[in-house]
């Protein structure tokens, strides 16, 4: 993994993960909240089988990338286009998981034809839009930290200072989960607040604000997955999404949680590879 510093205007630079293999189809990944950005380790053996090339990058306030306060679902789409610039990637599929499917999807929007392909793993839709009770089945820490969001930045970041801790309600499906390959999670969830609190905060805040970018507009195939289970982005999200994005197809996996939803990521990444 090539992981360079890459400068993306206004005195900004963006920390970028590039697995560099030259002729493959390049993916851009989007990472959850709070964690680094990195690729998905238990995903590189089936991104050789189909021949794509990862590249990422940690959002702004996490990791190697400074703060970007204000920034917004359209904003980190910019991010992306000038980190492909910076690469020479053209076109290229998109995939996120959880706030990174949300981040994925901006991208489809606010790029169009520049993205062929979207992957979005418990993405999450749009806030205050009509015909979605967006906080209904969330855990209480979840209520707690976007509610706070919503209500601005300061108001989230004195959440965060207060000594506040997201409890995810584990279970036991998904302790399991973390003992195999998905162990990943925590490997790149545990140091993601080094660099402080603004990563998430600013994540929280854009979730809960005007995207800057209507879902509505993508053209490229999504596939949206997503767990019946869910009760950290519940999966009242991507039925939305699927009623309001017209290039969507949506998956409900029986059973499954905010993290066990990644056990799909494969046979999702089959059916990226195969709309590139």
Request: aromatic content about 10%; overall charge negative; some cysteine.
């Amino acid at each position: 993994m090539i992981e360079r510093d890459i400068p993306v205007g206004a005195g900004r630079t963006l920390h970028v993960y590039d697995s560099g293999e030259s002729g493959r189809l390049p993916v851009v990944w989007h990472h959850g909240t709070p964690n680094l950005g990195a690729p998905p380790e238990p995903l590189f053996a089936a991104a050789d089988r189909l021949g794509l090339r990862w590249v990422s990058f940690d959002r702004p306030g996490y990791g190697g990338s400074g703060p970007d306060p204000g920034r917004t679902v359209a904003s980190v789409a910019r991010d992306t286009a000038a980190v492909a610039d910076a690469l020479g990637l053209g076109r290229f599929a998109v995939a996120g998981y959880s706030g990174g499917g949300t981040y994925a999807l901006g991208c489809a929007a606010w790029l169009g034809g520049r993205v062929q392909a979207v992957l979005s793993l418990a993405g999450i839709a749009p806030y205050g839009v009509e015909g979605l009770d967006w906080f209904a089945g969330m855990v209480p820490s979840g209520v707690a930290a976007l509610g706070t969001a919503a209500a601005g930045r300061e108001v989230r970041t004195a959440l965060a200072t207060s000594g506040f801790r997201y409890d995810c309600e584990f279970t036991e499906a998904d302790l399991a989960l973390f003992e195999g390959p998905w162990g990943w999670l925590g490997k790149v969830s545990e140091p993601a607040l080094d660099a402080g609190p603004y990563g998430q905060i600013d994540d929280d805040v854009s979730y809960t604000h005007a995207w800057g970018c209507d879902p509505a507009v993508i053209e490229a195939p999504t596939l949206l997955l997503h767990g019946t289970e869910d009760r950290i982005i519940p999966a009242s999200h991507g039925k939305w999404l699927a009623a309001h994005c017209p290039s969507a197809e949506l998956r409900l996996c029986a059973g499954d949680s905010h993290f066990t939803i990644v056990t799909h990521a494969e046979s999702g990444l089959d059916w990226l590879r195969h709309r590139l």
